[in-house]
């Protein structure tokens, strides 16, 4: 089945450790997208990739990198600058010439 | 990219149509109005898109005036199963210049029995 996949579904992580969220999608889509989510808020743009091997910095991207090499996969680093990394994570995808945005399950990540 | 205001929440009861306005005063010519459904730990989900006047699928319509500062997600008979945040977005959905999605608050649904 065509889809967006993120693994692990829940990530525990020690303090000032960096930690690797990954995002999949088979439909073939150019824009690919993450998103940060804490309690009771809405979405926030970390960062973005219109397309292999360029991505730009959304409204929060201190703390965190990306990597675009394949099309199919935009994973997220949560580096040990981030000083607040405890949240819920969310990656999507998009055809720019589609309407819609396909979201993966997201990624609860807990640094204890 | 043009801002979004929508209320933080809104009640209602199954069986009742729930009308959630967002306003959006500084949309471009080229912006396209898009509304997305959150249950709580899930992604958002794509409901409905429009540009102009009203557009209906088969959950949902989006009603846009002729100066399109603002737009109207209507649902009708809502149910329980309808309770979840409903996020207003606006910009260039056809590849412009920008690619971005940007989310605001959302409008927490809350429909009661």
């Known amino acids: 089945d065509g889809g967006i996949t993120q693994s692990p579904k829940y990530l525990f992580r020690k303090e000032g450790q960096n930690v690797t969220l990954s995002c999949e999608q088979n439909?073939?889509?150019?824009?690919m997208y993450w998103y940060r989510q804490d309690p009771g808020q809405g979405l926030r743009l970390i960062y973005y990739?219109?397309?292999?091997?360029?991505?730009q910095k959304g409204d929060i991207a201190e703390g965190y990198s990306v990597s675009r090499e394949k099309k199919e996969s935009f994973p997220l680093t949560v580096t040990s600058a981030q000083k607040n990394p405890t949240a819920f994570y969310l990656c999507?995808?998009?055809?720019?010439?589609?309407?819609?945005?396909?979201f993966g399950q997201g990624t609860r990540l807990t640094v204890v | 990219l043009a801002k979004t205001t929508q209320p933080i929440s809104m009640d209602s009861y199954e069986g009742q149509e729930v009308n959630i306005t967002c306003s959006h005063n500084?949309?471009?010519?080229?912006?396209?109005i898009t509304w997305y459904q959150q249950f709580p730990s899930q992604g958002p989900r794509f409901i409905i898109q429009?540009?102009?006047t009203k557009v209906t699928n088969e959950v949902a319509s989006l009603f846009i005036p002729a100066d399109r500062k603002s737009s109207t997600l209507s649902l009708p008979r809502v149910s329980l199963s309808d309770t979840a945040v409903y996020y207003c977005?606006?910009?260039?959905?056809?590849?412009?210049?920008?690619?971005?999605?940007?989310f605001g608050t959302g409008t927490l649904l809350a429909v009661q029995p």
């Open positions: 500084n949309i471009a010519t080229n912006d396209y």
């Open positions: 977005l606006v910009g260039d959905s056809y590849g412009g210049a920008t690619n971005k999605l940007i």
């Open positions: 429009g540009y102009k």
């Open positions: 439909l073939n889509h150019d824009a």
């Open positions: 999507a995808s998009r055809n720019p010439l589609n309407t819609e945005a396909f």
């Open positions: 990739s219109q397309i292999v091997n360029d991505f």
